[in-house]
C-alpha cells in the first residue's frame, strides 16, 4: 500500500533530526532520507547508484557503508543542517569505529565523522520498504554489447567546413549525423573533430567498444604515436581523443582507404554546404566552438569584508580620523574591550575547568541516617532480563546495598528502600541523588514524607555533589569486569560477591571495614577457613561470646575514630581543591551563559555556550536557578540550580554621557585643536555584569535636545 501510494516529497524543518533507511544488493545500493511526525514518515530524497569493478566484490557491511557514503556525498546540505539516524540492522557503529578496519572503511569513517550521524537498530519497516523499492529497480547498465563502428570525416571547402559521420550498432542499426561548422578550421583539424564528435555521440548512445575508421594518415599516425606532431591545435586534439578513449572498455582506431568510406565522406561534403535538412534518415548538427576550446567563465567582483581592513592597513584611515580631533583618553582600552565583549566571540570562548567555588562537604554525624542512591546502566542483560543495578551507600560506615532491576520505576525504587534500608537499618533522615524521574518523581516523593526522609538532589550536570555513591559505583563495576571477563552476562551472579568484598575492605577514608563500623567485630572470611588464620584456629565459643561483648560496648569509640579520620580527609581533600579555585559569583538579576552540552550533545562547530539567562535565585553552595531571557520560563529544576562551573558572565556594553544633560556639540571651532569638548566626549563603560540598564545615546547635531533625548533613548541587553 506504501509503494502503491507514494506521499510527495517533504520539505525538512530547520533542526529537526532526519532518518536514513538504506538497502544493499548484489549490484546496486539505495536509500531513502525521511522527516518523522510521530508514527507517520515523510521522504524527502531518494537515493540509488550501481555498484562497477571491485565495488561489487564488496561485503555486505562494507555495501552498508558505501551507500551512507553515497547519500552524504549527495545531499550534503541536508547532513550540515540536520542530526540524521542512520536505522539499519548492520553494526555500521562499531565497525567504523574499530582501529583494525580496512583503508577503505578508516577513510569513509573519517568523512562521516564531519556530520551528526549516530546508528540505532531498524524499528519501523515503511522507509526500508522504500529503499528496498528503489534499489531493486536499479538495474546495472548494460555493458553495451558487441562492437560498434564509427567511420568519420571532415572536409573544408570555401563555403564551410562539414563533418559526416555513420555510427553503426551491434545490432546494425545505422546513426547518420551531418554536423555544419561554424568556425575556420584546417583541413587535418576538420578530421579530428570528426573522429572526436563521433565518440562523443558513441557514448551518448551507451557504447562501451567501439572501432573507428578514419580515412586520414596523418590522425591514425599521431594517435599512434608514429607521426610526429609539430603544431600545438593537433596535440589538444590527440589529446582529447586519449581521453576519450579511457571511457570505453574496447577502443581501437584503424586507417581504411577512402573507398571504403565513402559514405561519411559524402557526408562531410554535404555538411559544408547544406543549412538544414528535412531528411528523416539523417540527423543534422551544428557546432558552434572546437572540441578543443576551453570554457571560461565570467568572475564577478563582489564586496569583500576584508576590503575596509586593507584599507586601514595600507592608508592609515584610523591615524587620519584620530588626527582630525576625534579622540578620547581611554580609546584604545574601550577598543579592546569591545572586542572582548563580542556576543559571538562569547558564545564561541573556551569551556571553563577551573573552579570557581570552594569545596563544600557533607557529613553524616550518625550511621545510617545519610543514605546516597544512583542507578547503574543498562548492562548485559542477565538472567530475568535484569539489566539495572541499583546502588545505595550509607555516608557514615560507607556500607553499600545494591539489587539488579528489570526496570527502572519509582515503585521499584521505593521498594528497594523499603526492603534493603528501613527494615534492615531503619529510616533515614537524608537521601541524597539525581534529578531522574526515578527519584523525583511524584509517588517517591509523597511516599518520602510519609516515612519523614528529606530528599536532597545533585545539581545539574554535576555528579560529583553524590560522589560517594558514583565512587562505590566505580568500584563495583571494576569488581565485576574482574570476575567476569567475558561472560559479562552472568554479573548478577557475581554481584554478592563483590559486595561482599567491598564490606570487608577497609575504606582509606574511615580505616575501617564497613563491616567492623556495623556489627563492631571483623567478619570471618571464608578464606580463613582454609588457610587456618589465628581467628579460626584458636576458636572458643565462651570466649568469643565475651569478646563479642566487649566489642559492641567498645563501638562506640571505633565509630569516633572513623568519624575523626573522614574529617581529617575531608580537610586534605578540601585544601588541595581550593588552592585552584578563582572564585566567580553572581547576583541575581545578572546575565549569564551556560554551557550548551549540560543538557545536550555538542557537535565540533557549534558554540559552547547558549544564552542569555537571567540569573533568578542564588543558592547555597555555588549554585543559581536560572531564567530563559528570551522565553521567559525557568531553566531545570528551580530547586536545585546549575553550578557555577556551568556559568559564565556575559558581557555588554552600555554608552553613557559624561555630562549629566543633553548639550548641542559646539562647532570645532570652539575647542582647541577641533577636539571635543571633554564634558562631550561619549564613553564606553565596560561592566563586568551585564544588568538591564537604561542609557541614552549622544543627540544629532541638527536636532532639538528635547526631541533627540526621547527619540534616542535605547535599552541596552
Known sequence: RTLANLPLLAKPIHGEELVLYISVGESAVSSVLLREEGVAQFPIYYVSRVMQGAELRYSEIEKCALAVVVTVRKLRPYFLNHKVKVRTNMPLEQTLGQPAVSGRLVKWAVELSEYSIKYEPRKAIKGHVLADFIQEGTKEEEDGGGMWQLFADGSVSRSGAGLGIVLISPKGDYLVFVVKMGFRVSNNEAEY???????QLALAGGARRIQVHSDSQLVVGQFQEGFEIKE??????VDNIKKLKEEFGTFELIQIPRGENVRADLLSKIAQSLDDCKSRSVTLLHMERSATEVEVAEIEEVEDWRAPILKELREGTTKVILRAGYFWPTMKADAKEMARRCMKCQKHDPLIHQPAETMTTMSAPIPFAQWGIDLVGPMPQATGQRKFLIVAVDYFTKWVEAEPLAKITEEKVVQFLYNNICCRFGVPKILISDNGTQFNGKRIRVWCEEMGIEQH?????????????EVTNRIILNGLKTR???????????LTSVLWAYRTTPRSTTGETPFSLVYGMEALLPVELELQSQQSSTYDQEQNEELMLTA????????????????AYKQRMRAAHDRKVKIRRF???????KRVDVLKHVGKLEPNWEGPYLVKKVHAGGAY???????????GNPLEGFLVQLIEPLYTYIFQLSSPAHRRRPPPSTTAGNRPAPSEVVRAQPHATARITRSRTLPRPDASPSSDAHKHRTKAR
Do not use: M
Open 457 to 469: 538532589f545533585a545539581s545539574v550536570a554535576h555528579p560529583q555533589a553524590n560522589g560517594q555513591v
Open 232 to 237: 600545438d591545435r593537433l596535440q589538444r586534439h
Open 484 to 494: 567476569l571477563e567475558k561472560a559479562s552476562g552472568a554479573w548478577v551472579d557475581e
Open 625 to 635: 536557578s536560572l531564567k530563559d531571557f528570551i522565553r521567559n520560563r525557568c531553566l
Open 552 to 567: 559492641l560496648d567498645t563501638i562506640e569509640e571505633l565509630r569516633e575514630q572513623a568519624s575523626t579520620r573522614v574529617e
Open 587 to 593: 547576583q541575581v538579576g545578572d546575565l549569564v551563559w
Open 193 to 199: 573533430e570528426a573522429v572526436t564528435k563521433g565518440l
